[in-house]
């Protein structure tokens, strides 16, 4: 069974940055990386998405190793509304079938 | 951009009632449509992925019979779920997809299911 895993939490306070890794083994091979923030009683938001790499945006980067088994979500500069729960998405291929897997999830909480 | 809109965000209802829940993409066409479970302190799950014109495909365990699709237009795909029970209450979320296999899902902001 393909598992999508990350670091069930994290504390971090205002102003550091933040490094947040994905594992997910099976990822197919075509497949994109993304990454989502999720505040209670709402649905994820997109943060950033990424195929291979570095990938940077006005709110994150991406980091993605060559062999694309694994992530690293960056958020510079963290403030106290980061704080969320955090999960990559992946489509990954297990037993011949295909589908979307969200990891764990990583509870964020930034301090003052 | 890509903004999914999911009605209601709340509802509470009877043992027994059958409950419709609504994802529509408000300023993209979506041929795919994707709806998710979520326990509280727990991941997402996918349930289904819903195809424009044509039948869900559900995934291994989810009873279609229970959780039933139905993806009419290009904005529009709802999720009743039949003769509700207790087990039933979580957090349905739905995302939508813009087309090409390199985009990202866009999510609604979920509705929260109690069934009494």
């Known amino acids: 069974l393909a598992k999508t895993t990350q670091p069930i939490s994290m504390d971090s306070y205002e102003g550091q940055e933040v490094n947040i890794t994905c594992s997910h083994n099976?990822?197919?091979?075509?497949?994109?990386i993304t990454w989502y923030q999720q505040f209670p009683s709402q649905g994820p938001r997109f943060i950033i998405q990424?195929?291979?790499t570095k990938v940077t945006n006005e709110v994150a980067s991406l980091f993605i190793p060559a062999d694309r088994k694994s992530s690293t979500l960056s958020l510079p500069r963290v403030s106290l509304s980061d704080t969320a729960v955090y999960y990559c998405l992946v489509g990954a291929t297990t037993s011949g079938t295909y589908k979307y897997i969200f990891g764990t999830g990583t509870r964020l909480k930034v301090l003052a | 951009g890509a903004v999914v809109s999911q009605h209601p965000s709340w509802v509470i209802c009877k043992s027994g009632t059958s409950v419709k829940i609504e994802c529509r993409s408000l300023?993209?066409?979506?041929?795919?449509m994707f709806w998710y479970r979520q326990f509280p302190k727990q991941s997402l799950m996918l349930m289904a992925t819903?195809?424009?014109?044509?039948?869900?495909?559900?995934e291994q365990g989810v009873e279609k019979d229970k959780f039933l699709i139905n993806h009419a237009s290009l904005t529009l795909s709802t999720l009743t779920v039949t003769s509700a029970h207790p087990e039933d209450s979580s957090f349905y979320i739905c995302?939508?997809?813009?087309?090409?296999?390199?985009?990202?899902?866009?999510f609604g902001d979920g509705t929260r299911l109690s069934i009494l």
């Open positions: 300023d993209f066409q979506a041929t795919t």
């Open positions: 099976n990822i197919a091979t075509n497949d994109y």
């Open positions: 819903s195809n424009e014109g044509s039948k869900a495909t559900y």
């Open positions: 995302s939508a997809k813009l087309p090409g296999s390199n985009q990202p899902q866009h």
């Open positions: 990424g195929y291979k």
